[in-house]
């Protein structure tokens, strides 16, 4: 009978929060972009939640992720709200989270991460987008609403993302900020004022990758190159070490 090779242990990548998250794994989504750079040598899991919120996050992230889930073989996991929390509360009060809340959540968050030994350098925190108006309110128009967003609101929450990340040791993506740099017109980074566009998901895709390319430069190519396979003797090139 032949020996059965252990299996393989793949590293990865958990990518968790909301809508903007959830749709990375469509064409051209930012999930989507990392996952083709880092194939063979780490898995890129899609943990987006449309719609949620960072209260809704805390409660569920145990679910998601648990020490008897191979946390060991975790690279890196992006924590991504804030969207939804900076609803404006009097418009959506299903989703709106108030900010010292939104922080506290995040810091739980971590806490969280770091007890099933995920520890703070494996952990970044994204804010949210800049919120286009213009374009968000037709969204809403259309579904019968008025603006339930702000971009000076969104812009406090990122903050908050950002102060939490300097508090916990974590690092942070300021996409708030850096799609506004030198007051540059952003709405060309937004599908419909809120989502990314193409352009947008390239950006984020892009500025994520500078975070994470030292954390995979010294993963290996998992499994041989096709050309480096011993033909005649295939199990010496392909059981691996037992």
Same mark, same amino acid.
């Given at each position: 009978?032949?020996?059965?090779?252990?299996?393989?242990?793949?590293?990865?990548?958990?990518?968790?929060?909301?809508?903007?998250?959830?749709?990375?794994?469509?064409?051209?989504?930012?999930?989507?972009?990392?996952?083709?750079?880092?194939?063979?040598?780490?898995?890129?899991?899609?943990?987006?939640?449309?719609?949620?919120?960072?209260?809704?996050?805390?409660?569920?992230?145990?679910?998601?992720?648990?020490?008897?889930?191979?946390?060991?073989?975790?690279?890196?996991?992006?924590?991504?709200?804030?969207?939804? =929390?900076? &609803?404006?509360?009097?418009?959506?009060?299903?989703?709106?989270? $108030? #900010?010292? /809340?939104? @922080?506290?959540?995040?810091?739980?968050?971590?806490?969280?991460?770091?007890?099933? =030994?995920? &520890?703070?350098?494996?952990?970044?925190?994204?804010?949210?987008? $800049? #919120?286009? /108006?213009? @374009?968000?309110?037709?969204?809403?128009?259309?579904?019968?609403?008025?603006?339930?967003?702000?971009?000076?609101?969104?812009?406090?929450?990122?903050?908050?993302?950002?102060?939490?990340?300097?508090?916990?040791?974590?690092?942070?993506?300021?996409?708030?900020?850096?799609?506004?740099?030198?007051?540059?017109?952003?709405?060309?980074?937004?599908?419909?004022?809120?989502?990314?566009?193409?352009?947008?998901?390239?950006?984020?895709?892009?500025?994520?990758?500078?975070?994470?390319?030292?954390?995979?430069?010294?993963?290996?190519?998992?499994?041989?190159?096709?050309?480096?396979?011993?033909?005649?003797?295939?199990?010496?090139?392909?059981?691996?070490?037992?």
């Amino acid at each position: 009978m032949a020996l059965r090779s252990p299996l393989v242990s793949w590293p990865r990548i958990v990518l968790f929060g909301d809508s903007i998250t959830e749709f990375s794994f469509q064409d051209n989504g930012w999930g989507v972009l990392l996952a083709q750079k880092l194939v063979r040598k780490c898995d890129v899991l899609n943990r987006g939640l449309s719609g949620y919120n960072t209260r809704w996050a805390n409660i569920v992230l145990p679910r998601l992720i648990s020490k008897s889930s191979n946390v060991e073989n975790t690279i890196a996991i992006t924590i991504f709200f804030g969207a939804n =929390d900076s &609803t404006l509360k009097d418009v959506n009060s299903d989703q709106h989270i $108030p #900010l010292k /809340e939104y @922080a506290d959540n995040l810091k739980s968050m971590i806490q969280y991460l770091k007890s099933i =030994d995920i &520890t703070e350098d494996k952990i970044i925190l994204i804010t949210p987008p $800049p #919120l286009y /108006e213009p @374009a968000w309110e037709k969204e809403c128009i259309a579904k019968g609403d008025k603006l339930n967003r702000f971009n000076s609101t969104t812009g406090e929450y990122a903050k908050a993302c950002v102060q939490v990340a300097r508090d916990c040791g974590t690092e942070a993506l300021d996409l708030w900020t850096l799609m506004q740099k030198n007051n540059q017109d952003f709405s060309s980074y937004l599908s419909d004022g809120l989502h990314l566009s193409v352009v947008g998901n390239n950006f984020l895709a892009a500025q994520l990758w500078s975070l994470l390319e030292k954390k995979i430069s010294t993963l290996p190519m998992l499994f041989p190159y096709w050309r480096d396979v011993d033909n005649q003797n295939p199990e010496v090139s392909l059981r691996g070490k037992s």
